[in-house]
C-alpha cells in the first residue's frame, strides 16, 4: 500500500488530494520559503478518493503536473 499524506499551513489544509511525501515535502518547502512556520505534514491511512483520476491525467497529461 502506497503513503499518502496532506499538508496543514497555520491549522488549513492546503492540498487538494491527498499526494506522496515528496509532494508534501515540496509544498512544505515553498510555504516556508514565503515565511510561514507552522506547516506540518500528516501521514493520512487512506488514499485520495481522485488518486486514481490524478495518477491517469499525470500519466496521460505529464504536463499537468506541478511546478516547485
Not at 28 to 49: A, H, L, M, R, T
Not at 54 to 67: G, K, N, Q, S, V
Amino acid at each position: 500500500m502506497n503513503n499518502f499524506y496532506t499538508v496543514w499551513v497555520g491549522g488549513a489544509e492546503v492540498t487538494d488530494f491527498y499526494v506522496s511525501l515528496d509532494t508534501a515535502t515540496a509544498i512544505k518547502n515553498k510555504y516556508e520559503s514565503k515565511g510561514y512556520d507552522d506547516v506540518i505534514i500528516e501521514k493520512v491511512n487512506k488514499p485520495s478518493p481522485n488518486a486514481d483520476h490524478w495518477a491517469r491525467l499525470r500519466r496521460d497529461y505529464p504536463a499537468i503536473e506541478p511546478t516547485n
